[in-house]
C-alpha cells in the first residue's frame, strides 16, 4: 500500500522565498494569500492525505459501474466530493461576486498537485469544473452567468468539456454535431461525443457540458464551430432544477489507468442548448481558457511524480540488496541497502531534481497568470501574459512527460516489486501516461510552441524568458559560490539561442525543419528553463542554509546534480534538432 505526505515545506519555501512575493505589495489579494498560505497548505495536506489518497487504489481496483446511462463511483468517491465542496475547495480562485474567495490561482497550485498525488481520478472532475467555469466567466452572457456559475463554482455542479469526436481528435475542424436555433431564441444539439471525461457521473446534482457543434451556416472547418451550454438538468429562472434534457451516456470506456475517471460516450438528441460567446467563434472561446487548462493538466504530472517518487525513496532506503562499490556500507545487516548504489541513487536524484523544478515552474507560471489579471500596471500585465503564452506548451508537455519518466524511474527502483500491483508503483504509471495525451497532445504542444509562440510579435514572447535570464546571469557573474550554476546557465542558454534561431531561419526555408525537430526543441527549451529555475532555488539555498540546514543541503545537492547530470543534454537535442527534415521526411523508411 503506497503512502503519501504533501510536500509542505517545499511549497513554503517557495512561497516565502523563491516567488518574491515581496516585490508585489501592491497587487490585490497577493498579501493575503501569503498570510492564508500556512494554514491552506496544512489543511490541504490534511485533506489530501486523509481523505483521498486512502481511495486511490480503491478506485483503481474497483474502477466504475454503467447502467443504462447511469454511472456509479468507486466507494467513498461520492462522500469525499461531498467533503471537498463542504470544504469551499473549489471556491479558493473566483470571484466573490459567484460565491469565489477571490484568491490569486498561486494559492491553488500547492492543492491542485495535492490533489493529483493523492487520487488523480478524483481531481479530474473538479479540474474539468474549473475549465468549464473559466470559460463560462470570459465568455458567457449575463444571464448564464447569473443561472450556472454560482453552484458550477461552489461544486453543487460540475462542468465538463465535449470537443473530441470519432473523426475530429487534434483536428477540430471535422466535427459535425450540429445545433439548429429555435423560435425560442435556443438551440437543440444532436451529435455525438467521445472521450468526455466526467460526462457522466453520480457526484453532483447537474453536469453542465459545454458542447463544441456547428450551426446551420457555418463555415467548413475550424472557423464554423461555436459553443454551447448544455446542461444535464435543465434550469429554471429560480435556478430550480427542470427536466432531464436529450442526451445520454452511451457507455465507458476501458482505460489503462485513471479507472475512477469516467470517459463517457455521450449522444446529443436534439439536446436543449445556449450560445456561449458569438456564433461561430466556439474555438477561440475554448482558447482562452487553454493556458490555466494547460497548466492544471501538467500539474497532473508533477502530482503522480511526486507521489511515485516518494515511495521509490522510502522502499530504496528499507530494501537491502548487494554491498556498496567501496565496501560495506551496513556491515551489521545481510546487505547494504539499495540507496548506496550510484544508480539507485541516479534514479532517485533524477527524480527530485524533476519534481522541485517543476515545482518552481508551476508556481512562476501562476504568479504569472495572477500579474497578467492583477497588476495594476498594464506594461506589467502585458510582460506576464507574455510569459504565460511562451511556457504553457512547456509546462504542460514537461510536466507530463516528466510524470510519465518518473513514475517509470520509480517502478525500476522497486525492481520487480515495482512491476506487481501491491505496492502501487503500476498504478502511478498507468494513471500518468493519458497526460501526454489529452489538452492537446504533446506533439501539438511543441507545434504551438515553435509555430506560434516562438514568431510572435518578432520574438516578443521569447524576450520575456531571455531577457530575466541574461539579467540573473550578469547580476551574479561575480559571486564565487553561485559559479558552478551560473556558468553552465549561460552556456546551454547560449546553446538553446542558437536552436532558436536555427529553427526560424530553417522553418522559414521549410516548415518540415521546424516540425521535426519541434519535440526536442521543447524538451531543450524545458531544460534551459529549469537550468535558470534551479539556480535560483540554489542561490536562494546558499544565502538561507543556516535556518535549515538539511532542507538546503539537499537543494543544493539537487541543483548540482542536474546543472552536472541533466542539463548538458541540451547539446545532444541542439544536434537532433540542426539535423533537420531530412531524416524523418525520408520517404520509403515504413
Ligand atoms: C482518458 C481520456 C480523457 C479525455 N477527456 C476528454 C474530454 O474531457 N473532452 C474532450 O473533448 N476530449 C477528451 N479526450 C480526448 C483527447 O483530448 C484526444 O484523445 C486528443 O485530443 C487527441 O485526439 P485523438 O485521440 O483523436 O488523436 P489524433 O488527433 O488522431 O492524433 C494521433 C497522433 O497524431 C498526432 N497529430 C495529429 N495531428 C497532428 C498535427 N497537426 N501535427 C502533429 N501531430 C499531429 C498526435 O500528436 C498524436 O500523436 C480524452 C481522451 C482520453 C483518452
Redesign the pocket.
Known sequence: MPSYTAPVRDYQFLIDHYMGLERYAEVEGFSEARDMAPALLDASAQFTQEVLHPLNAVGDKQGLKYDNGRVTTPEGFKEAYKQYVEGGWPTLTWPTEFGGQGMPEFLNMPMLEMVCSANLSFGLTPG?THGAVHALLVHGSDELKQKFLPNMISGAWSG?????EPV????LGLMTTRAEPQADGGYTITGN?I?????EQDQTENIIHLVLARLPDAPKGSKGISLFLVPKFLVGDDGSLGERNAFQCAGL?H?MG?HA?P?CVMNYDGATGYLVGAPHRGLPAMFTMMNTARLYVGMQGLGVAEAAQQNAIAYAQERLQGRALSGAKFPDKPADPITVHPDVRRMIYIMKAFTEGARGLVMDTALHIDLAHRHPDALVREAADDYVQLVTPIVKSFLTDGGFETASTAMQCFGGYGYIEEYGASQYLRDAR?AM????????QA?DLVGRKLPHDTGRYLSRFFHPVDQFIAENKADAAMAEFNKPLKQHVKYLQQATMWIGAMGMVDPNHA?AGAVEYQRMFALVLLAYIWARQAKLALQLREEDPAFYDAKLATARFYFTKILPQTTGLLASITAGAAPVMAEGGF
Open positions: 474539468l465538463v468539456m465535449c470537443l473530441t475530429a481528435g487534434t483536428d461525443k472521450f468526455i471525461s466526467a460526462g470506456e482505460k485513471i475517471s470517459t493519458i495525451i489529452y489538452e492537446g497532445t504533446n506533439g501539438v507545434m516540425g
